[in-house]
């Protein structure tokens, strides 16, 4: 046996690596929620961390470690790769597959314990738009995915709405640019999965009676479209609408994509310019916070944090020139703040960015039915004790297993108590 990769747990190399995942025992293995996948998946808990183990072959294995690693490099939303195990063998010498292990992503879940008959078309919707941004990502980075769908995704709560991760790469490919052929062959496929996958929901009594599995899924292409042409396509401007760049570029931000150049052409008439944004990898806010205060949080809390980051300031009589010093400031009287509010044992229910952005949420609803702003630390408190106490832990969300550990078709039946969804 053999394990390459950067190994920061050295356990991961005791593990029961010659017998087949499928033998593993359930004393070992971790139930959480997983999506369909066509290889034996596990998660296994060492120290504290969770990590997943799929069984595939040893070139495939070792081409989708490469590949996750070359889309962490980039900064792209996918899990990231901790090694692969090679020359895999049972006791008495009969060869197995090679096993590819990834850090598992905290508080993800898989698309089938979100899309239930419970959820709103509302949550579809943002579900379905966080797929559509990690495809543009990851088109924008030359990476054409062959087989996007809902199971090879993880969704992660983002301020209200979804960021989606890229979970399977096997066959994926890094190119220096796509081709609109290429791209168009990610969409039709990707199209053709989701409606596959919300088909068989639907079959299950599982779907929202008024979501259709067709039309969702013919729906991600205009989705695509808007977004990669706002990305993207050219801006025809007269000297005097300059203004129509500065919105373009604040919309750009908005989304999350830094503008790194802009090419400008004047047209034959003179009178008009063609501007054209070159847009780098995504995450203008959360790279910001970062850089400010060292949280590292998913792009929309960023922007809601870096909101109430830029109303401290001014609270605090602060100027532009002094963003660093309220940055500190802010990061001790108020983010640090809430999260000392927040019992130990409640601490797994939400990422700490969630529970701010949902504090500030939970502040503006308590100010709107008192008429009057509700002093800050009252809406902490109210919120620990009526909000987020009743919440489930969401890091380990867990599922009663559907089958025996050695079934390749055995599933995870998701439960899930009232309320959990935000907009149930």
């Known amino acids: 046996m053999r394990l390459t990769g950067n190994l920061d747990e050295p356990e991961l190399a005791f593990l029961p690596w010659s017998e087949p995942l499928e033998q593993w025992s359930e004393d070992l293995v971790v139930a959480l929620p997983r999506g369909i996948s066509r290889h034996i998946v596990r998660f296994v808990r ?31 939303p996918t899990v990231e790769p901790v090694g692969v195990v090679l020359d895999r063998s049972t006791a008495a010498g009969e060869p197995l597959p090679a096993g590819l292990i990834t850090r598992h992503l905290e508080f993800s879940l898989p698309y089938r314990a979100l899309f239930s008959s419970s959820l709103r078309l509302e949550t579809a ?15 924008l980075a030359g990476f054409s995915w062959n087989d996007c769908s809902l199971s090879n995704t993880l969704f992660r709560r983002d301020a209200g709405a979804f960021a989606a991760y890229l979970v399977d790469a096997e066959t994926g490919e890094m190119h220096p640019t796509l081709s609109k052929g290429q791209r168009d062959y990610d969409l039709e496929t990707a199209a053709t999965n989701v409606a596959g996958e919300l088909m068989d929901l639907q079959a299950g009594g599982r779907l929202h009676e008024g979501i259709d599995p067709i039309v969702t899924g013919v729906s991600l292409r205009t ?17 005097e609408d300059r203004y129509l760049l500065d919105a373009r570029v604040r919309r750009l931000n908005s989304l999350g994509f830094d503008v790194a150049e802009l090419q400008v052409d004047t047209q034959a008439d003179g009178e008009h310019i063609t501007v054209a944004a070159k847009v780098v990898d995504s995450g203008h806010h959360s790279r910001r916070l970062i850089r400010l205060t060292g949280l590292d949080v998913e792009e929309n809390q960023a922007r809601r944090l870096l909101n109430d980051l830029d109303s401290f300031r001014v609270k605090v009589g602060l100027g532009r020139a002094d963003e660093e010093i309220a940055a500190h400031r802010w990061v001790t009287e108020r983010f ?89």
């Open 46 to 76: 060492i120290n504290g961390v969770v990590y997943a183990v799929k069984e595939v072959e040893e070139h495939y294995a070792e081409r989708e470690y490469e590949l996750l690693f070359d889309l962490v490099r980039r900064g792209l």
């Open 125 to 139: 919707n943002r579900l379905l738009d966080a797929l559509t941004l990690l495809i543009v990502q990851l088109h």
């Open 223 to 239: 989705r695509y479209d808007r977004l990669w042409d706002e990305i993207t396509g050219p801006l025809v401007i007269t000297r």
């Open 336 to 424: 640090e703040r809430v999260m000392s509010e927040v019992p130990a044992e409640m601490r797994g229910k939400l990422e700490p960015a969630e529970i701010f952005h949902e504090v500030l949420e939970h502040r503006w609803f308590m100010s709107e039915a008192a008429g009057s702003s509700v002093p800050f630390e009252e809406a902490v408190s109210d919120y620990v004790t009526t909000i987020l106490a009743k919440k489930p832990d969401e890091q380990a969300v867990l599922g009663a297993r559907v089958g025996t550990p050695s079934d390749d078709t055995a599933e995870l039946r998701i439960v899930l108590p009232p309320g959990w969804l935000a907009d149930e």
